[in-house]
């Protein structure tokens, strides 16, 4: 990055222009357009991420603003808001789609070895979850949720290794989550954290027939028979550890072989709470630390909704929507990149807020993040959620 190109000239050299030129091509996003390009496109819409602008109009002020710059921050084709609006109505919004793959793949090739349980049992562990993005059913006809409320839902498979997502699904409101495990390609070996909301046995045992592992919430009406216990230090958390089989109906023919059943005390919240597993091998206390470990998809979607442009959109369309949505994604890989290959301290949220009011200045980011006035800055919640920051 070089010290004489602004901050934003500095993230936009992390996305790799070749690969974004093919997925052009190959859907076709410059076909019949002169003026604004997708690359343009994608640039004004990741400025919009950047600096947290709140709608096309206000994108179109504070670029126009800045005239002399639009070139140096690689824009070209005239911001203005029908030209934006019309490309998140019109064009293809897979070309960002298969974009954020190519930037998680380079990301979690950074973020390699980042979990310390992961390291502890050799393996990747994924966290499995679900969000409910609320929409207005009249302005967003096509989001089906309920009677007279609209919504997206976003799937997500959260490598813990840098908190990065994996795999990423935005669908209507109505599609319940449980049917994303039929869409994930599974990787033996790994690790699957999922809620009470994934209890479907037959697509358990699909994954335990491709040699995975999953660490699941049980519900309290679940019929098992225990065939035996396992020891445990009665001192700890744990108060059972079983293996048994299931005994209702239709699920013992969906999972006919043994489970392992692990019931933990929850101190600080005063509750029980009951894990299943295909792992017959770790320990009881390691099941219960990786289900802790879940939580990072739950901050992870808590942090994107407070920081990132994705609970309000710039457009109505079905297009518009998942078009803002995947280059918001785009821009929290790149920064959490930018994290990584800078070895920043800081939080995300923090990174953000730096880049957001130095976006046009000529200074190199590894200068920035050090300048030691940004150091005694402190976020204006003392409860806000940090990622990259445990």
Not at 263 to 282: G, M, P, Q, R, S
Not at 293 to 305: G, Q, S, Y
Request: charged fraction near 25%.
């Amino acid at each position: 990055m070089n010290p004489g190109r602004s901050v934003f000239s500095q993230i936009v050299d992390l996305y790799p222009k070749y690969h974004f030129d093919k997925l052009v091509q190959k859907y076709k996003g410059d076909f019949n357009t002169r003026h604004f390009k997708t690359w343009d496109q994608f640039l004004c819409m990741t400025f919009a991420q950047l600096t947290y602008r709140s709608s096309l109009r206000d994108i179109e002020a504070c670029l126009l603003a800045q005239p002399q710059k639009l070139y140096h921050m690689g824009i070209n084709g005239k911001p203005s808001r029908n030209n934006i609006a019309r490309a998140n109505q019109r064009r293809d919004w897979h070309i960002y789609f298969e974009f954020a793959q190519i930037l998680i793949e380079r990301a979690r090739e950074l973020y390699h070895h980042e979990n310390p349980i992961s390291e502890e049992l050799n393996s990747t562990v994924y966290a499995l979850d679900a969000t409910t993005i609320d929409l207005c059913l009249s302005m967003f006809p096509w989001a089906s949720f309920r009677k007279k409320k609209g919504a997206v839902k976003l799937h997500t498979l959260l490598d813990l290794n840098g908190s990065i997502p994996s795999f990423i699904k935005i669908t209507d409101g109505l599609v319940h989550e449980v049917r994303i495990l039929d869409e994930i390609m599974l990787e033996p070996g790994s690790y699957y954290l999922m809620d009470r909301g994934y209890l479907d046995f037959k697509r358990l045992y699909r994954i335990h027939l491709n040699h995975c592992f999953f660490v699941i919430r049980a519900k309290k009406n679940l019929k098992f028979r225990r065939l035996y216990s396992s020891p445990f230090d009665p001192v700890s958390k744990i108060r059972a550890d079983q293996i048994g089989v299931l005994e209702g109906f239709y699920t013992k023919q969906d999972y006919p072989e043994k489970l392992r059943r692990i019931k933990i005390y929850d101190v600080k919240n005063d509750k029980y709470l009951t894990f299943l597993t295909n792992n017959f091998e770790i320990s009881a206390i390691t099941v219960a630390e990786l289900y802790k470990n879940r939580w990072k998809v739950e901050l992870f979607f808590k942090w994107i909704k407070q920081h990132l442009r994705i609970k309000q959109f710039y457009g109505t369309s079905f297009n518009a929507v998942k078009t803002q949505i995947w280059i918001g994604i785009c821009v929290y890989v790149a920064v959490a990149i930018i994290k990584k290959k800078h070895d920043i301290p800081f939080s995300l949220y923090k990174i953000l807020q730096i880049l957001s009011v130095t976006i046009f200045e000529k200074v190199p980011i590894y200068q920035l993040v050090k300048n030691e006035s940004y150091k005694n800055i402190k976020l204006e919640d003392p409860n806000q959620l940090t990622l990259f920051d445990y």
